[in-house]
């Protein structure tokens, strides 16, 4: 048995001093690194010094009526500019800045495109100011000025002060938070909306209702309660609290 064992032993350590012995490719290994440097120059080249993934044109969606050209001028992106190297957030930010832009996205559209998304402001309110009314959105937003009423715009009475202190007052802001949140047919039956002291909101509905609102919250429930309580025939709802609403004749506010 131990002459087998010594038989072997050689064969053994052949086999052992041969797998030691086995050493990487240096060819096959710098074929490799030269390869992936090549690529990664190549990709780098492609998208920084080809003239084929530059900014060719720059699109715009969503704006309605703001004008295209309004929205590229305030883009500020320069043709022929890498598209690698455009920063989409300063674009976004810069489009941000138009008065009548509520928010906008900016994204790369491979191989040569900058495609801006605007979201406008929506005109919803009509507040007095001189002889005639500003136009804001339901945040409190100025977009201009209407010497008289406007159909499609609700009529706010609230503490706003000035044009300046509308965007970000509390009236304006608990106003616009309710009317979001209004169903079509309630929205389309509305002709003011008072703001004594916010977030207490109250609702005037074509012809002559009043209903007390309060804060947007419970929407849904609310507006379900105002769709049933309509059917009595009462001036006045109060659905602030929706799980006891009030009903009456006399006018509320």
Do not use: C
């Not at 998208?47 to 969503?62: K, W």
Request: hydrophobic content about 45%; aromatic content about 6%; charged content about 20%.
């Amino acid at each position: 048995m131990s002459a087998t064992a010594r038989t072997a032993s050689p064969v053994a350590k052949t086999a052992t001093t041969g797998v030691r012995r086995r050493r990487p490719d240096p060819w096959k290994t710098s074929f490799f690194v030269v390869a992936a440097v090549a690529l990664v120059g190549g990709t780098g080249w492609a998208l920084l010094g080809s003239s084929f993934f530059v900014v060719r044109s720059v699109q715009v969606t969503g704006a309605g009526s703001i004008p295209r050209q309004r929205v590229i001028a305030a883009a500020r992106v320069s043709m022929h500019t890498p598209l690698i190297r455009v920063d989409t957030a300063e674009v976004a930010r810069r489009v941000d800045k138009i008065r009548q832009v509520q928010s906008a996205s900016v994204r790369r559209s491979w191989p040569s495109s900058i495609v801006i998304a605007v979201v406008p402001r929506t005109p919803t309110f009509l507040v007095r100011a001189g002889h005639g009314y500003d136009v804001i959105d339901s945040y409190g937003v100025v977009l201009g000025h209407s010497p008289g009423r406007r159909a499609g715009l609700v009529l706010l009475k609230a503490t706003t002060g000035p044009a300046t202190a509308l965007r970000g007052n509390a009236a304006v802001r608990a106003a616009g938070a309710v009317v979001r949140r209004l169903p079509g047919w309630l929205r389309h039956r509305l002709a003011e909306v008072r703001v004594r002291q916010a977030p207490r909101v109250i609702l005037m509905l074509r012809p002559g209702i009043t209903v007390v609102w309060g804060s947007a919250a419970d929407a849904a429930a609310k507006a379900a309660e105002v769709t049933v309580l309509l059917r009595s025939k009462a001036t006045y709802l109060d659905v602030s609290d929706p799980g006891s609403a009030v009903t009456g004749r006399a006018a509320g506010g």
